[in-house]
């Protein structure tokens, strides 16, 4: 349960995170190569959750960007380690696979491509015009944004905080293959019922199941409310 | 003065190309013409909101045409209005004072001063949500000129206001343009409007820019 809050919430700051200027960068510019951005950023939504789990472990283990170019050099599992080793308390060593940062990974993977649509939704439905307004007053492209976009479209991100948040929770197929199903060490509600029911305990499966049902409508009433409160701010 | 030379520029398919004028220092220039002729397009140029092709703008006797929108000192007022939505009306007055690094003291003094200008002290603590036309239009123009802007640029500003309203601000813009000796360019479809308010009239038609006498 908590390895679930945890995962799921970092997973929904990094997928806003990135969201935010890709979502911009979709809606406000034209630029070469963006049909095919738009199309790649649809993968992991229209692909098996199974491959894209295999995608990542090939990614990540196996083959790394350059060596499809024929150079030699370490995977990202290597690199990970490498860089994050030395900080790694006694006992613990700074891998990918079949450890938490798999777990975070395979669900941002997801995550992040609906958290996108959504930014990009959200930046399509605001006027540029205020923007303008304020690049002529003074600000640059960077401080527009932060000032004048981003309060504007934090309902946007709210919502697309949320959908990254639960749908991090929901994710399963990619966790399976990309940072396995061990007990206490990978183990998230989503692949606790995989596990309760491979040993045939129904019961706790469906105990897991309400409990995840129950987290995801206690997270959706609370941004709702928090939505209809920062509305009430936003309107008076 | 605002001096456009021979400019052209693009957006998207649409180009408009060799336009040439000149509204002199204090004047009130009006630039009417057909929707989808390119005024916005000439206006959003002169701002720095458009890229242009080639020609040259001159503000001031200062060539801005390769510099980007915050540095030509211009105050722009878009049709809508364009208010920042999250912000009242207090905050949108201080804005660009604000970003452009002004003392705390100086805002706290410009704010009042220029809501009392132009009728807006009422309204200081409300955000743009539930503001009639007419008091956008004059938080619009009063967010334009907070950082005293030698050159205000008008997109349509009063297209969506109503008969009575309109009047209001023709005056309120003609009497606050004219005080301030602030050299203006003004959009509008309204023949009255440009009567009115234009010291020069200028026609977009058919890609050419003719220019007219007010009689």
């Known amino acids: 349960m908590k390895l679930t809050l945890f995962t799921c919430t970092v997973t929904a700051l990094l997928s806003v995170m990135v969201a935010l200027p890709i979502g911009y960068l979709l809606s406000r510019y034209d630029f070469r190569g963006k049909a095919l951005i738009d199309a790649v950023l649809d993968i992991p939504i229209v692909l098996p959750p199974l491959v894209v789990g295999l995608s990542l472990l090939i990614l990540f283990n196996k083959m790394p960007p350059w060596e499809w170019l024929g150079i030699d050099g370490p995977s990202f599992e290597e690199m990970f380690g490498k860089i994050f080793g030395p900080f790694m308390p006694e006992g613990m060593d700074a891998g990918i696979t079949y450890k938490v940062p798999a777990v975070i990974l395979a669900q941002f993977t997801v995550a992040a491509a609906f958290a996108v649509r959504t930014m990009r939704n959200t930046f399509d439905q605001i006027s540029p015009r205020a923007e303008q307004v304020a690049l002529t007053l003074g600000c640059n492209r960077a401080q527009a944004f932060i000032r004048v976009v981003v309060p504007e479209a934090w309902r946007g991100v709210s919502t697309a905080g949320t959908l990254a948040w639960t749908r991090a929770m929901g994710e399963f197929g990619p966790i399976l293959v990309f940072a396995g199903t061990i007990r206490g060490r990978t183990e998230v509600l989503s692949s606790s019922v995989f596990l309760e029911i491979s040993i045939g305990n129904l019961e706790g499966a469906v105990i897991v199941s309400l409990m995840m049902v129950s987290i995801a409508v206690v997270v959706l009433i609370a941004v709702r409310m928090w939505g209809r409160e920062s509305r009430k701010k936003f309107v008076l | ?215």
């Open chain 2, 1 to 215: 003065m605002i001096a456009v030379e021979q400019l052209s520029v693009r957006a998207g398919d649409f180009c408009i190309d060799g336009i040439s004028f000149e509204v002199p220092t204090g004047e009130h220039g009006v630039l009417m013409g057909k929707t989808g002729c390119g005024k916005t397009t000439i206006l959003e140029a002169i701002c720095g909101l458009k890229e242009v092709v080639s020609g040259r703008i001159t503000l001031m006797g200062r060539d801005v045409t390769r510099l980007r929108a915050g540095e030509r000192g211009i105050g722009f007022v878009p049709q809508d209005g364009a208010l920042f939505a999250t912000m009242t009306v207090r905050q949108q007055l201080a804005f660009g004072p604000k970003v452009q690094g002004w003392g705390k003291k100086e805002i706290e003094q410009r704010v009042p001063e220029l809501a009392e200008e132009l009728g807006i002290e009422d309204i200081l603590e409300r955000k743009p949500f539930g503001l009639s036309g007419g008091e956008r239009q004059r938080v619009a123009l009063g967010r334009a000129l907070a950082v005293r802007p030698k050159i205000i640029c008008l997109d349509e500003p009063l297209s969506a206001l109503d008969e009575e309203t309109h009047e209001g601000m023709v005056e309120l813009i003609r009497s606050v343009v004219k005080e301030h000796g602030i050299t203006a360019l003004h959009i509008t479809h309204s023949r009255r409007e440009a009567d009115l308010i234009a010291d020069k009239e200028f026609f977009l038609e058919d890609g050419k820019l003719v220019q007219g006498r007010v009689e």
